[in-house]
């Protein structure tokens, strides 16, 4: 089992930058793949961006340009940096793991899931 808790959210400012963070703990020599995904209110789950154990990263549409994910050289914190932040990036952000090397991308729902933590945008 692996557990995550995600950190970092709040508000910020319409233009603004945050930088979340996801602690993983307990079998965390399982983990290949790392991700963030959000869900705004009323919306779907959207998978922003996924990096695997060696470092490879993949994004989603939503994610390009403006999003940067990265772990720590543990491989045990997981970041997204957020910048240029819109309205629309107002959701709940959560991080994932799984331990597949085939399924490790955004359009994939990977199986282990952290709590969340929310962002709210104020222009």
């Known amino acids: 089992q692996v557990q995550l808790v995600e950190s970092g959210g709040g508000s910020v400012q319409d233009g603004g930058s945050l930088r979340l963070s996801c602690a993983a703990s307990?079998?965390?020599?399982?983990?290949?793949?790392m991700g963030w995904f959000r869900r705004a209110p009323g919306g779907e789950r959207e998978g922003l961006a996924t990096?695997?154990?060696?470092?490879?990263?993949d994004y989603a549409e939503s994610g390009k340009g403006r999003f940067t994910i990265s772990q720590a050289n543990t491989k045990n914190t997981l970041y997204l940096q957020m910048n240029r932040l819109k309205p629309q990036d107002a959701a709940m952000y959560y991080c994932?793991?799984?331990?597949?090397?085939?399924?490790?991308?955004?359009?994939?729902?990977?199986?282990?899931w952290g709590k969340g933590t929310l962002v709210t945008i104020s222009s």
């Open positions: 307990g079998f965390t020599y399982r983990i290949y793949c």
């Open positions: 994932a793991a799984g331990s597949s090397r085939n399924y490790c991308a955004p359009k994939y729902v990977l199986p282990d």
């Open positions: 990096i695997d154990r060696d470092g490879r990263t």
